[in-house]
């Protein structure tokens, strides 16, 4: 058997780092709920399944859903956070009914925080990528993988990233729609 590792709680703690030194954040999630915008439950849920990746320790579990928790403080009109995720990442099974209920009521209440703009993409709209990524200040790319995030900063490929969300931001709905399509999740 492998030993333990500790891999969540470095990469969070960096993702906190960096989304606290960020003046903008654009991020795609088409899998599931960005990680700045999970409650604790569905974040928890996510760190557990790490187990089928790598095992990880319960220290190492709990000391990264902190730092992930403490991203929600980030939400303070100090940055810009522009978030797009499509219904199926809204509608993805983690954790059970309950806990995804807790989730969605909770971007309902995260709609209203100042430097919040989040975009649903709703199904049946053709998406044409399927990469999670987070843009950082327009110059640096975050991408999700199994090993941790992937950075980008090669100026031609970020512009791309760039126009990959523009287009995205397109398909999505926004303000009462968003809050509309997200309600009847629930």
Same mark, same amino acid.
């Given at each position: 058997?492998?030993?333990?590792?500790?891999?969540?709680?470095?990469?969070?703690?960096?993702?906190?780092?960096?989304?606290?030194?960020?003046?903008?954040?654009?991020?795609?999630?088409?899998?599931?709920?960005?990680?700045?915008?999970?409650? =604790?439950?569905?974040?928890?849920?996510?760190?557990?399944?790490?187990?089928?990746?790598?095992?990880?320790?319960? =220290?190492?579990?709990?000391?990264?859903?902190?730092?992930?928790?403490?991203?929600?403080?980030?939400?303070?009109?100090?940055?810009?956070? =522009?978030?797009?995720?499509?219904?199926?990442?809204?509608?993805?099974?983690?954790?059970?009914?309950?806990?995804?209920?807790?989730?969605?009521?909770?971007?309902?209440?995260?709609?209203?925080?100042?430097?919040?703009?989040?975009?649903?993409?709703?199904?049946?709209?053709?998406?044409?990528?399927?990469?999670?990524?987070?843009?950082?200040?327009?110059?640096?790319? =975050?991408?999700?993988?199994?090993?941790?995030?992937?950075?980008?900063?090669?100026?031609?490929?970020?512009?791309?990233?760039?126009?990959?969300?523009?287009?995205?931001?397109?398909?999505?709905?926004?303000?009462?729609?968003?809050?509309?399509?997200?309600?009847?999740?629930?």
């Amino acid at each position: 058997m492998n030993p333990v590792s500790t891999v969540l709680a470095p990469i969070q703690n960096s993702l906190l780092d960096l989304h606290r030194s960020a003046t903008t954040v654009q991020s795609y999630e088409n899998s599931i709920v960005h990680g700045t915008l999970q409650t =604790e439950n569905y974040a928890r849920a996510i760190f557990e399944h790490a187990h089928e990746l790598y095992p990880v320790s319960r =220290e190492d579990i709990e000391t990264a859903l902190q730092a992930r928790m403490a991203r929600r403080d980030l939400f303070d009109g100090e940055r810009k956070f =522009e978030m797009i995720t499509t219904t199926r990442a809204l509608t993805a099974d983690v954790a059970g009914t309950a806990v995804l209920r807790e989730q969605l009521a909770y971007l309902l209440e995260c709609m209203e925080r100042p430097g919040l703009t989040l975009g649903v993409i709703p199904t049946g709209t053709l998406v044409g990528t399927y990469w999670d990524f987070t843009i950082i200040n327009s110059v640096r790319v =975050e991408i999700d993988q199994y090993e941790g995030p992937r950075t980008v900063t090669d100026p031609a490929s970020v512009g791309r990233f760039r126009d990959v969300f523009d287009r995205l931001r397109r398909t999505a709905v926004y303000g009462d729609d968003a809050r509309a399509l997200i309600s009847n999740l629930i």
